[in-house]
């Protein structure tokens, strides 16, 4: 009796729920590990396309480390990156296939962008460091909490710079006209990559205020 | 450990199911993605036909309203099909693939081109697609011209993979605004084109600024092929506006 229970883990047991949350704050991929900063600085002029982004993203991290995780008893070591970036790429590529049919102007905006999605270090990184040493279910949920702590920032993110570059959110105005008529002007920089960069730089600023332990000595 | 023959079939057999499975979800996803690609067509030739409302959403009905004749061309300006029934889509106009037609013309071969004819506010606007080259990829739009064939009505433009916020200016309305009210003949009858201006229109000399619009900034090389597929297609349907200016 004893023995079974350690063996088998409640499907959302402490230690699971933590693999969840940790990437959204203490373990963040963009804030703390510093991944994925490409296309954060390139999908969040507005909204929209960086909340399909990071739909897309959390996809494929969260399955292709279930994948892996499935396999990763019987993928040989010497060609195990192979391994790992068939399944990542035939991921992306079902991504942008299932984009192309049911969102098209999404994915026109995002263009590149989701192929690009193959090269995000986020996703090889997690399939290394946890999902070849992991069962498929933590591995799972490893990757969505991965891809949901890259959505934050990048939602976060596309929030500052369409409130402030355009104006908009979600396309609809919400920087009432008065206050344009009093002279009141978009910040044209926010649309532009740097500013994105900076607003990264920003939310890392706050977080390791709130965060002492993650300063680096 | 592993043995070669193991990591040998190991690879095979992974990269087969992969490629099935992407097989067929192309497959099936194929004729979702034509849809798309029809939609964002006729949006573009409504859109530069200035009916701005048009979207994804309402582009089918606003396109067989406005649209009221769909020609095929031969090179030398003959209509070689009139279609006018509906729905407009299955024209053989619609159908023709522009790319191929342009490279038939690049090699000496037979080519088609299509038009299109639109009512809009009890005036005739003709609706000419084009296509060439940017930085990057293609690039693609449409030039609807009075039916004199002398004024730009209106333009879109759109492309493959410019850069965003440079090249990729050419698909965003400030660009193509300034081609409204643009003349493609001088007062002689002679083509001129809308010529791309690095630098801006006012270096051009005053009688040829109504033939020019600004370049992008930043965007030289996708500006020049703005420019260049403007004149080469234009050119090829000079024969047909000749015959009926």
């Given at each position: 009796?004893?023995?079974?229970?350690?063996?088998?883990?409640?499907?959302?047991?402490?230690?699971?729920?933590?693999?969840?949350?940790?990437?959204?704050?203490m373990?963040?991929?963009?804030?703390?590990?510093?991944?994925?900063?490409?296309?954060?600085?390139?999908?969040?002029?507005?909204?929209?396309?960086?909340?399909?982004?990071?739909?897309?993203?959390?996809?494929v991290?969260?399955?292709?480390?279930?994948?892996?995780?499935?396999?990763?008893?019987?993928?040989?070591?010497?060609?195990?990156?192979?391994?790992?970036?068939?399944?990542?790429?035939?991921?992306v590529?079902?991504?942008?296939?299932?984009?192309k049919?049911?969102?098209?102007?999404?994915?026109?905006?995002?263009?590149?962008?989701?192929?690009?999605?193959?090269?995000?270090?986020?996703?090889?990184?997690?399939?290394?460091?946890f999902?070849?040493?992991?069962?498929?279910?933590?591995?799972?949920?490893?990757?969505?909490?991965?891809?949901?702590?890259?959505?934050?920032?990048?939602?976060?993110?596309?929030?500052?710079?369409?409130?402030?570059?355009?104006?908009?959110?979600?396309?609809?105005?919400?920087?009432?006209?008065s206050?344009?008529?009093?002279g009141?002007?978009?910040?044209?920089?926010?649309?532009?990559?740097?500013?994105?960069?900076?607003t990264?730089?920003?939310?890392?600023?706050?977080?390791?205020?709130?965060?002492?332990?993650?300063?680096?000595? | 450990?592993?043995?070669?023959?193991?990591?040998?079939?190991?690879?095979?057999?992974?990269?087969?199911?992969?490629?099935?499975?992407?097989?067929l979800?192309?497959?099936?996803?194929?004729?979702?993605?034509?849809r798309?690609?029809?939609?964002?067509?006729?949006?573009?030739?409504?859109?530069?036909?200035?009916?701005?409302?048009?979207?994804?959403?309402?582009?089918?009905?606003?396109?067989?309203?406005?649209?009221?004749?769909?020609?095929?061309?031969?090179?030398?300006?003959?209509?070689?099909?009139?279609?006018?029934?509906?729905?407009?889509?299955?024209?053989?106009?619609?159908?023709?693939?522009?790319?191929?037609?342009?490279?038939?013309?690049?090699?000496?071969?037979?080519?088609?081109?299509?038009?299109?004819?639109?009512?809009?506010?009890g005036?005739?606007?003709?609706?000419?697609?084009?296509?060439?080259?940017?930085?990057?990829?293609?690039?693609?739009?449409?030039?609807?011209?009075?039916?004199?064939?002398?004024?730009?009505?209106?333009v879109?433009?759109?492309?493959?993979?410019?850069?965003?916020?440079?090249?990729?200016?050419?698909?965003?309305?400030?660009?193509?605004?300034?081609?409204?009210?643009?003349?493609?003949?001088?007062?002689?009858?002679?083509?001129?084109?809308?010529?791309?201006?690095?630098?801006?229109?006012?270096?051009?000399?005053?009688?040829?600024?109504?033939?020019g619009?600004?370049a992008?900034?930043?965007?030289?090389?996708?500006?020049?092929?703005?420019?260049?597929?403007?004149?080469?297609?234009?050119?090829?349907?000079?024969?047909?506006?000749?015959?009926?200016?």
């Amino acid at each position: 009796m004893q023995t079974e229970k350690t063996e088998r883990e409640a499907l959302f047991s402490p230690k699971n729920i933590k693999l969840l949350t940790g990437p959204l704050n203490m373990n963040n991929p963009i804030t703390v590990q510093v991944l994925g900063i490409c296309s954060a600085l390139a999908v969040t002029a507005k909204l929209k396309p960086a909340i399909v982004m990071s739909l897309a993203v959390m996809v494929v991290t969260g399955f292709s480390n279930l994948v892996v995780s499935f396999l990763r008893n019987g993928i040989p070591p010497r060609i195990r990156i192979i391994v790992q970036l068939v399944v990542v790429a035939t991921l992306v590529i079902l991504v942008d296939q299932l984009l192309k049919a049911f969102v098209f102007d999404v994915s026109k905006q995002l263009s590149v962008f989701v192929g690009l999605i193959i090269t995000n270090c986020i996703i090889m990184g997690r399939l290394e460091a946890f999902a070849m040493a992991n069962k498929p279910w933590p591995a799972f949920l490893d990757g969505i909490g991965n891809g949901l702590g890259y959505g934050l920032i990048l939602i976060t993110v596309a929030f500052f710079r369409e409130l402030f570059g355009s104006g908009t959110l979600f396309n609809y105005q919400v920087i009432p006209q008065s206050l344009y008529n009093a002279g009141y002007v978009n910040n044209g920089m926010m649309i532009l990559p740097p500013m994105a960069l900076i607003t990264v730089g920003v939310i890392i600023w706050v977080q390791r205020y709130y965060n002492r332990s993650l300063i680096e000595k | 450990m592993y043995t070669n023959r193991y990591i040998f079939t190991y690879a095979a057999v992974l990269v087969i199911v992969a490629a099935a499975l992407l097989s067929l979800a192309a497959m099936l996803l194929k004729p979702f993605q034509e849809r798309n690609i029809a939609i964002e067509k006729m949006r573009g030739i409504l859109t530069s036909a200035q009916v701005t409302e048009a979207n994804a959403n309402n582009a089918i009905p606003l396109f067989n309203k406005y649209i009221t004749e769909e020609l095929v061309l031969d090179p030398q300006g003959n209509v070689v099909n009139t279609y006018t029934q509906s729905p407009k889509e299955d024209a053989p106009a619609f159908k023709i693939d522009l790319k191929k037609q342009y490279y038939n013309k690049s090699q000496n071969k037979p080519y088609k081109l299509p038009l299109y004819i639109a009512q809009k506010d009890g005036k005739r606007i003709y609706i000419i697609p084009m296509r060439g080259t940017g930085l990057w990829g293609p690039i693609w739009g449409n030039i609807a011209l009075t039916s004199d064939f002398k004024t730009v009505v209106g333009v879109f433009f759109d492309d493959k993979s410019e850069t965003p916020g440079l090249g990729g200016e050419i698909a965003k309305p400030k660009f193509q605004k300034q081609f409204i009210g643009k003349t493609i003949f001088d007062d002689g009858g002679k083509f001129t084109s809308v010529e791309v201006v690095k630098g801006g229109v006012q270096k051009l000399p005053a009688s040829m600024q109504i033939h020019g619009v600004d370049a992008i900034s930043g965007g030289t090389i996708t500006s020049k092929g703005v420019d260049a597929m403007l004149r080469n297609v234009l050119k090829s349907y000079l024969p047909y506006i000749k015959k009926n200016r």
